[in-house]
C-alpha cells in the first residue's frame, strides 16, 4: 500500500522537489519512503494502529448498528410492546437532595434566593413530603425506590444488630469471603465468588418500568449496592464500602504526638521526620488471599524540598508534589495481593502542614472505578464509562468525610472544598445522563445537602453547644445559604434541558433540625434497671462490652431503636415473647415518652413508636422493637449509638456534626417540588414510585403502600427556560402583529 | 550528513556487532528494546501526557458507550461522531513527539536496513550490479569499464538501457573478498562495496549515491559519490533477507514493528509513559 502512495505522491511531486520547511520534510518522509523508511517507530505505530483500530471499530460497530437495528427495533417493540403506551410523560427525572429542609427552603424563598424553586413552587407543586419511621436515609430512600413502608424492604437503620452477637452489621449488604478455597502455600485460591448480598428487599420502581420496556439512569441513590440488574443503568451511593471494607475510614499522619489518638472514621499513625524524609505506608485492605488475612501495607515516601509549604510524596510507583492547603487528585494506588493481583483504589491527599509539625490528610481509599475491585455499578462497565469520560471520581457510598471535619483533621474550608468536588462530578454525570435519556428516567441523589447540613447547621445557631467548641469559619453563616443557592442553580440547569413532556421532581427525604444534646438509651436503660453490667463493672465500653445479657432486658443499638432481649431471638434473652415483653414494652414506652432533660428543662422523647404498630411487612421481625422519636434538638448520643454504657444520660453535641434528622419523623419532613400542578394531601415518600409509575402508565402492584400522587391528567407542566422564552417571544410577535393591524 | 550517518552507523554497529554471528532475531529484539525504551523516553518528555491519558480514555469512553447506548439510535450516531473527534484529538496530541521521533528513527531505519535488508549472495549465485547516470549523460556513448576483485566474476557483459540512462552487469560470487568494485566511465575510477560476508548478520551496503542530502539519509551504507560525479547512483541488486520464526518468514521491518510495539507496550506500565 506503500508503494502505492508513493507512487501516487511521486506523480503529485517532481523528484527534484526541494521542500525547505521541516515539519514538511519529516511529514513526507512517512510517505515517500520505500517500505523499509515508512515506520517511522513504536510510537508512531501504536497512534496510528490505534487509530486505525478505532476507526475501524468505529466503522463496524456503525455498520452493525445500522443492519442490526430494524432486529433490535422489532425485538424492543415486540417485548416491550406497551412501554409508553398509556404513558402521560416521555420522562422523568428526579432530583433527589438528601436532607433538603422545607423550612429553610421556604426561607431562602421567602428572601428570593431560590428564583427556580420558587417558580417550581409558584407554577408546579410545593410541599412538605413525609419521611419514614425512622427518618433516617437509607430508609427513607428505600421507602422511595420500593414504595414500600421499611418492614417490607427490611431496611430499618445503617445498621442492624446480629442477635447471636448483639453485635451491629451494616443493614443494608452483606460482604463475606468466597466459600471454597484452594490452599496454595501461604496463600489460598478463591474457587468460588466472594458473597456480595444485598439486604434489602422487595423491588425498586426502576425494575418495574425496566421490564416495561421503560430506561432508566439511575446515579448514586443510597442502598443500590450490589447493584441489581435491571433495563438500565445504575451507579451505586450510600452504603457502599470503601477499599477497607468500611463506609469510609480516613487516614491522618502527623508528628505531632499529641494529635495521634482514637480517632473516629478515621486511622492515625504517628510518624518520624528523618532529615528531610518521612518513611510510612498507606494501610489498605486486608488480604484475603493469604492464609492468615493480614492489612496490606503500601510504603510511602515523603520528601521536603526548599518550599517550606510542599512535599513530594512517592507511592505506588509515582510521585507527585503536594502543596499545602490544596488537595491533590485522585492518585491511584495498587495494593499487591499477591500471585500477581492487585486491589485497586483512589484517594486525595491533603497536606495539612509541615512545620512546626508535618500533618496530612487522605481520603478514605475510594474503589477505583476504572478497575472496580467490586460491582458498583449496572451494567459492570458503567462505572468505568463515566470514569473514564470524566475521571476518577468518588465512590464511597458516603462519600463526604464528615468524621474528617467532626475530628478535627480537615478544616472547614477543605471540607467543603472536597464535598463541592464530589457534587461537580456527580452534577456531571446527571446531566450526561439526562442527555443520554431522552425517554425513560433519571434519579440523581446528591448528598451534598445532607453531608454539609450536618456540619454546618452550629452557624444558624450561636447558642449551639458546637458553636463554641467548632466553629472557626468566617463565612461560616452563609455556607448552607450558599448550598441551597447551589441547588436552586443545579435545579435552574435542569429546567434548561427539560420539555414539556417531561416530569421534574424535586424532592429530599427528610429534612433538618439541631442536634444540641445527646441521649444516652443504654446508660438510662443502665439506670434504671432493664440493663446490667457484669459484676464490678460501672460502665460499658463500646459494642456492650461489659454488658451482662443474662441480666438484661433492653438495649439500644443505632440511631434510633431500642430492641428487648428476647428469648428464642437474642442469643441470650430473658425476655418471654408474648405478654412479658408486651409489658415491657408498654412499660418502656411510658417511662421514655415525654422524658425530660432536667438539666434544660426540656423533653428530650416526644414518644416510643411500637413497631409492631406501624409495620405489618414480612421483614417486621428484624425491626428494632421500639423506635425512640426524639424531640426538635435531641439526638441519640455519639455513645449510645455504639453502645457505650455510662452513668451520662445527656450531654451537650460539641462536634461539628450539629444537626441531625433521626429524631420525631413528624418534625422532620423532606420537600415534594414538581413541574407537575398537582394538588396532594399529605404526601410521603413512599408515594413517588407510584407516582412515577402511573406517570409513565404503568400499573401499581398492590403490595406497595405509598399511592399516586396524581389525581387526574396533569393539567400544566412549568415550561423550561427556553419554551418560556420561546413562548414568550410568540406573544410579543403576535402583539407585535395585532398592534401593527 | 556523512558525519551523522558514520555516528549512527557507529553506534548501531556497537549494538549489533556483538549479535553478528548469532541468529539474527537477537540483534532485532535488542535494537527494538531500545528503540522502545528510546520512544518511550522521547514520548515521556514531549508529549502532553495528560491530553494523551485524556483522550484515550475519551476513546474507551465512547467505545463503551456504544455499547451502553446500543438501543438508541441517535445517541450511537452522536457517540461515533464523537468518537472520531476524540481519534483526531489523539492523533493530534502524538504529532508533536512524532515529529521529535522521526528523526533519530528514520536516521536508525536507514542504517538497520543495512543490516537486516538484504543478504550477501552465496558463492556460485548471480546478482546484478545497476549504474544509473545523470541526465546529461549519454549512456550508449559511454566508455564503461568494470573492474571485479578476486572472488567475483563478472558474467555478462554491459547491457546499457538507454531509456532509463542505466547500464548493468550480471556478477557471480565465487569466494570472499573485501576489496570493491572498480567501475570506469571515461576514465574517471568509481568504487562500489560488495560484501561477500558469511555472518548471519552483517553490514551491508548495497547502494552508493551522488552526494544528495535526501538520497544520503536514505543509504547511508557508503561515503557519497561526488557532486560532480556523472553517476547518480550504483547499485547491487541483493537477495532480500527474512527473519525466519516457526517457519514464518518475516520482513525486518514487520518484526521489528512487532517487537518494538510489544516492548513498548510491556515498558510503558514501567516508566508511567502514556502512547
Redesign the interface.
Known amino acids: 500500500m506503500n508503494l502505492e502512495i508513493r507512487k501516487i505522491l511521486n506523480r503529485i511531486f517532481p523528484r527534484r522537489l526541494v521542500i525547505p520547511e521541516a515539519?514538511l520534510f519529516?511529514s513526507l518522509?512517512?510517505f515517500l519512503?520505500s517500505?523499509?523508511?515508512?515506520?517511522?517507530?513504536?510510537?508512531?505505530?501504536?497512534?496510528?494502529?490505534?487509530?486505525f483500530l478505532?476507526?475501524f471499530?468505529?466503522f463496524f460497530?456503525?455498520i452493525f448498528?445500522f443492519l442490526s437495528?430494524p432486529f433490535?427495533l422489532l425485538f424492543?417493540m415486540i417485548k416491550g410492546r406497551k412501554a409508553y403506551q398509556n404513558s402521560r410523560v416521555d420522562r422523568v427525572i428526579i432530583l433527589g437532595f438528601d436532607g433538603l429542609d422545607p423550612e429553610l427552603a421556604e426561607k431562602f424563598m421567602a428572601e428570593g434566593k431560590l428564583p427556580n424553586l420558587s417558580r417550581l413552587k409558584k407554577e408546579g407543586t410545593f410541599c412538605k413530603l413525609q419521611t419514614t419511621t425512622p427518618a433516617i436515609s437509607p430508609v427513607a430512600w428505600s421507602s422511595f425506590m420500593t414504595g414500600c413502608e421499611p418492614s417490607k424492604h427490611n431496611i430499618f437503620d445503617f445498621l442492624s444488630r446480629n442477635p447471636k452477637t448483639y453485635l451491629p452489621d451494616l443493614s443494608s449488604a452483606r460482604i463475606g469471603p468466597p466459600r471454597k478455597f484452594l490452599p496454595l502455600g501461604k496463600y489460598r485460591l478463591p474457587l468460588s465468588k466472594p458473597e456480595i448480598r444485598l439486604m434489602r428487599k422487595s423491588q425498586p420502581f426502576w425494575k418495574i418500568l425496566g421490564d416495561q420496556g421503560i430506561?432508566s439512569t439511575i446515579l448514586r441513590v443510597p442502598i443500590t449496592f450490589p447493584p441489581e440488574k435491571f433495563a438500565g443503568?445504575l451507579l451505586s451511593g450510600m452504603c457502599l464500602p470503601d477499599l477497607k471494607g468500611s463506609q469510609g475510614t480516613f487516614l491522618f499522619y502527623t508528628t505531632n504526638p499529641e494529635r495521634v489518638q482514637k480517632k473516629e472514621g478515621g486511622e492515625s499513625l504517628l510518624v518520624k521526620r528523618e532529615g528531610d524524609t518521612i518513611n510510612t505506608f498507606i494501610s489498605g485492605p486486608e488480604n484475603s488471599l493469604l492464609k492468615k488475612p493480614e492489612e496490606i501495607r503500601l510504603p510511602m515516601t515523603i520528601k521536603f524540598g526548599s518550599d517550606p509549604d510542599k512535599v513530594t510524596v512517592k507511592v505506588s510507583?509515582?510521585g507527585f508534589e503536594l502543596q499545602k492547603g490544596a488537595f491533590s487528585p485522585w492518585i491511584k494506588l495498587s495494593f499487591p495481593a499477591g500471585l500477581g493481583m492487585k486491589v485497586r483504589g483512589i484517594a486525595r491527599f491533603y497536606l495539612l502542614s509541615t512545620q512546626p509539625h508535618f500533618e496530612l490528610y487522605i481520603t478514605p481509599l475510594n474503589i477505583d472505578p476504572e478497575k472496580p475491585a467490586l460491582p458498583i455499578s449496572h451494567?459492570f462497565?458503567?462505572s468505568?464509562?463515566l470514569?473514564?469520560?470524566f475521571?476518577s471520581y468518588v465512590t464511597l457510598g458516603e462519600a463526604n468525610d464528615t468524621w474528617a471535619l467532626n475530628e478535627g483533621v480537615l478544616p472547614e474550608e477543605a471540607f467543603l472544598e472536597l464535598a463541592y468536588s464530589f457534587h461537580q462530578d456527580w452534577e456531571k454525570f446527571f446531566f450526561n445522563a439526562l442527555k443520554?435519556t431522552?425517554k425513560g428516567l433519571v434519579v440523581c441523589v446528591f448528598e451534598t445537602t445532607d453531608s454539609i447540613q450536618h456540619m454546618f447547621w452550629r452557624y444558624l445557631d450561636k447558642t449551639h453547644p458546637a458553636y463554641q467548641a467548632t466553629a472557626r469559619l468566617p463565612s461560616g453563616a452563609r455556607v448552607l445559604e450558599e448550598l441551597y443557592v447551589k441547588m436552586d442553580e443545579l435545579v435552574g440547569r435542569t429546567l434548561e434541558k427539560i420539555d414539556q413532556k417531561t416530569c421534574l421532581i424535586v424532592m429530599s427525604d427528610h429534612g433538618f433540625k439541631p442536634f444540641r444534646r445527646g441521649v444516652n438509651l443504654n446508660s438510662w436503660l443502665y439506670l434504671n434497671g432493664y440493663l446490667s453490667l457484669k459484676d464490678g463493672v460501672e460502665q460499658s465500653e463500646e459494642w456492650f462490652k461489659q454488658v451482662d445479657w443474662t441480666k438484661t432486658r433492653a438495649y439500644a443499638l443505632g440511631l434510633a431503636g431500642i430492641y428487648l432481649n428476647l428469648k428464642g431471638r437474642e442469643e441470650n434473652g430473658i425476655v418471654e415473647p408474648g405478654e412479658e415483653s408486651q409489658k415491657l414494652k408498654q412499660e418502656l414506652i411510658e417511662k421514655l415518652s415525654g422524658l425530660k432533660d432536667q438539666e434544660k428543662g426540656q423533653v428530650a422523647i416526644n414518644r416510643l413508636i411500637d413497631t409492631e404498630k406501624i409495620y405489618h411487612g414480612p421483614y417486621r421481625d428484624n425491626a428494632p422493637d421500639l423506635i425512640v422519636a426524639y424531640n426538635h434538638g435531641y439526638r441519640a448520643s455519639w455513645d449510645s449509638v455504639t453502645g457505650k454504657v455510662n452513668r451520662v444520660v445527656f450531654e451537650d453535641n460539641k462536634k461539628a456534626w450539629s444537626a441531625d434528622h433521626c429524631l420525631d419523623p413528624a418534625l422532620v419532613p423532606g420537600v415534594f417540588f414538581t413541574n407537575l400542578k398537582l394538588d396532594p394531601k399529605n404526601p410521603s415518600i413512599m408515594d413517588i414510585a407510584p407516582t412515577v409509575l402511573e406517570l409513565f402508565g404503568v400499573r401499581v402492584p398492590k403490595y406497595m403502600d405509598g399511592k399516586s400522587l396524581l389525581t387526574e391528567e396533569p393539567k400544566k407542566f412549568v415550561l423550561s427556560q427556553k419554551e418560556l422564552k420561546e413562548k414568550e417571544g410568540k406573544k410579543v410577535k403576535s402583539h407585535g402583529k395585532r398592534k401593527n393591524r | 550528513m556523512w558525519w551523522l550517518n558514520w555516528i549512527v552507523g557507529f553506534v548501531v554497529q556497537i549494538i549489533l556487532l556483538p549479535f553478528a554471528r548469532m541468529n539474527p532475531w537477537m540483534g532485532m529484539i535488542v535494537i527494538s528494546l531500545l528503540t522502545a525504551l528510546l520512544m518511550l523516553f522521547i514520548y515521556k518528555k514531549t508529549s502532553n501526557q495528560a491530553g494523551i491519558k485524556q483522550a484515550k480514555d475519551r476513546i474507551k469512553a465512547y467505545i463503551l458507550e456504544m455499547r451502553l447506548f446500543q438501543n438508541d439510535f441517535k445517541t450511537l450516531l452522536a457517540t461515533q461522531k464523537d468518537l472520531f473527534l476524540a481519534n483526531a484529538r489523539y492523533l493530534a496530541y502524538n504529532f508533536k513527539p512524532l515529529l521529535v521521533m522521526i528523526v533519530p528513527i528514520f536516521l536508525l531505519l536507514a542504517q538497520m536496513n543495512l543490516w537486516f535488508g538484504y543478504r550477501s549472495p552465496q558463492p556460485g549465485e548471480t546478482f546484478l550490479l545497476k549504474v544509473r547516470f545523470i541526465k546529461a549523460m549519454e549512456v550508449d556513448k559511454l566508455n564503461l569499464d568494470l573492474e571485479a576483485p578476486l572472488g567475483v566474476v563478472v558474467d555478462s557483459p554491459v547491457l546499457r538501457i538507454i531509456d532509463e540512462n542505466e547500464a548493468d552487469w550480471r556478477l557471480k560470487i565465487e569466494g570472499e573478498t573485501s576489496q570493491p568494485l572498480v567501475i570506469s566511465v571515461n576514465g574517471e575510477r568509481y568504487l562500489k562495496e560488495i560484501s561477500t560476508a558469511r555472518n548471519s548478520l552483517s553490514r551491508i551496503s548495497t547502494v552508493r549515491i551522488k552526494k544528495n542530502l535526501w538520497q544520503e539519509l536514505l543509504y547511508p551504507g557508503e561515503k557519497p559519490l561526488p557532486a560532480d560525479s556523472c553517476i547518480q547512483k550504483i547499485e547491487l541488486v541483493y537477495p532480500e533477507q527474512r527473519l525466519v520464526f516457526l517457519g514464518i518468514k518475516f520482513q525486518w521491518l514487520v518484526a521489528y514493528f512487532l517487537l518494538s510495539i510489544i516492548f513498548g507496550i510491556t515498558l510503558k506500565g514501567w516508566f508511567r509513559v502514556e502512547i
Open positions: 515539519l519529516f518522509t512517512i519512503t517500505t523499509a523508511e515508512a515506520y517511522i517507530g513504536p510510537g508512531a505505530g501504536f497512534a496510528f494502529l490505534s487509530s478505532v476507526f471499530l468505529t460497530l456503525a448498528s437495528w433490535r424492543r430506561f443503568h510507583g509515582q451494567p462497565i458503567y468505568s464509562y470514569a473514564k469520560l475521571g443520554k431522552r
